[in-house]
């Protein structure tokens, strides 16, 4: 659905979308690496499990939360993605150990 | 009174938070003919920032008959959530896994101890079962603890619920029943009149056989224009809430508990500041560094919104249930338990005031014990 503007650029940042292997450019914030990575929906809701996607891209909804390097309910739009990074989808409630 | 003078209402509860909205609810469902008068969004509302715990241990040391009134709520609190669900569709979550009240040293250990044998010890207590646990036995049931946790009491009566769901339910069934809920309708004055009462509000006159104050903080300036008293107080406690997180608590433990929805509440303060609800961050940062000394695993969860609210306390903390001498027909209840005690309040209070009396076993509530000059 994304496609990234002709005059992107960057270096190549190599991490990990639920276990398999994705890539960035360095600057991309996960929830724009996620989108450049043709995924749809993030998480779901801790309440009713509706499927969520970031949405606003600043730091204001907190659609876009995701797992982070195993800590849970991260923004995915505030924090920039890192070589090696592990991102996953977060399914409902955060747990309280991650 | 003649027929066309008829009251526009049997009875005028003041107050739409917990207090006001349960007993309102009884009536109602009754049968009487209810007006529930509150103020606007200006209102002190602590039914709005409480903790939500159905809870029993500990309370009633000084007042036996608070102790049973409490347990008789808890009892009652089962079919009281069902009643509200069959009406109104909406779950207030009422759990009764029983409460822990975790103790953090040897001496914490002797003083709960000490004060829960005087509380049980007192002549005409109520009867039911608490244990002290040692580490061991709080760790079987909640692994997660912390090193410094030395032990703690243990009542299976103790429960929690969802305390906006309970407002919004009670106020769902009272317009179910019929009742007319008047919002910005503070009241100015209540005459009473041909053995009924006017009511005189920010929003016009209105007239009912019996008023009953649960108006909380504001009971104490209303009562005394019915022959009563209520002189209650604010006291200010906090209350942190984490983000929603996977349900590991299911108990709730003194002043943290996890809710239906997942996020963890914590609120454990107690400040007389007057009528001042800003938050303070040292009092927050206190009682979160507790709850981490009580589960480590908490200090891993963001904080989403703190606030504070005012608990409306009489002189010992106990409730104030009256009926006036001077109007018969105009009654007081007020308490700081509005959760706790909703289910009595709608199924047990309520009866005695649609019937027009406060029977014998309710004069230790009497606002008259307060009057007793103080000894030099």
Redesign the interface.
């Known amino acids: 659905m994304f496609q990234r503007l002709p005059n992107a650029s960057g270096e190549r940042v190599s991490f990990t979308i639920d276990g398999r292997p994705a890539e960035a450019l360095s600057g991309d914030s996960v929830a724009a690496a996620l989108f450049a990575n043709g995924v749809q929906t993030c998480r779901s809701t801790p309440v009713s499990g509706a499927p969520r996607a970031p949405y606003c891209m600043m730091g204001v909804c907190f659609d876009c939360l995701v797992i982070i390097d195993d800590v849970g309910n991260q923004q995915g739009c505030q924090v920039r993605v890192r070589p090696g990074m592990r991102v996953e989808t977060q399914n409902g409630k955060r747990e309280i150990a991650r | 009174m003649s027929a066309h003078n008829r009251p526009d209402y049997d009875i005028a509860v003041v107050g739409g938070g917990l207090v006001g909205s349960a007993t309102a609810w009884g009536l109602a469902r009754l049968g009487q003919k209810v007006a529930i008068l509150d103020e606007g969004d200006i209102a002190v509302r602590p039914s709005r920032g409480n903790f939500a715990l159905v809870w029993v241990q500990g309370k009633g040391l000084g007042m036996p008959e608070y102790a049973g009134w409490t347990k008789g709520s808890s009892d009652r609190w089962t079919g009281f959530a069902g009643m509200l669900r069959d009406q109104t569709g909406i779950d207030v979550h009422y759990e009764r896994p029983g409460g822990f009240m975790p103790l953090l040293s040897e001496a914490e250990v002797e003083a709960r101890a000490a004060q829960l044998s005087r509380l049980h010890n007192q002549p005409s207590m109520v009867r039911y079962d608490y244990e002290m646990l040692d580490r061991a036995a709080v760790a079987k049931e909640m692994p997660y603890i912390g090193k410094d946790v030395v032990g703690a009491s243990y009542c299976a009566l103790d429960g929690h619920c969802n305390s906006l769901r309970l407002l919004r339910a009670l106020h769902a069934g009272l317009g179910l029943h019929g009742a007319a809920y008047l919002p910005n309708h503070r009241v100015e004055r209540i005459e009473p009149r041909d053995g009924g009462f006017r009511l005189i509000t920010s929003a016009g006159e209105l007239g009912a056989g019996k008023v009953v104050l649960a108006a909380g903080h504001d009971s104490a300036r209303l009562a005394p224009m019915v022959g009563l008293s209520a002189p209650v107080r604010p006291e200010r406690g906090h209350i942190i809430v984490t ?6 608590l299911k108990f709730p433990v003194g002043y943290i508990r996890q809710t239906d ?2 996020g963890v509440m914590i609120g454990d303060s107690f400040e007389d500041v007057g009528f001042d609800t800003t938050v303070r961050n040292g009092v927050t940062s206190t009682i979160a560094e507790r709850a981490i000394r009580i589960f480590p ?2 200090g ?3 904080v989403v919104r703190t606030w504070a609210a005012l608990r409306v306390m009489s002189p010992d903390g106990f409730p104030i249930y009256e009926q006036s001498t001077s109007a018969p027909g105009a009654f007081v209840a007020t308490c700081h338990s509005g959760v706790t005690l909703a289910a009595n309040h709608a199924l047990a209070l309520a009866p005695h005031i649609a019937a027009g009396r406060l029977p014998e076993e309710f004069t230790v509530f009497s606002a008259r014990r307060f009057d007793v000059p103080k000894a030099a």
Request: aromatic residues 8%; proline residues 8%.
């Open positions: 983000e929603k997180t996977a349900p590991f929805e997942g695993l908490l891993k969860l963001n």
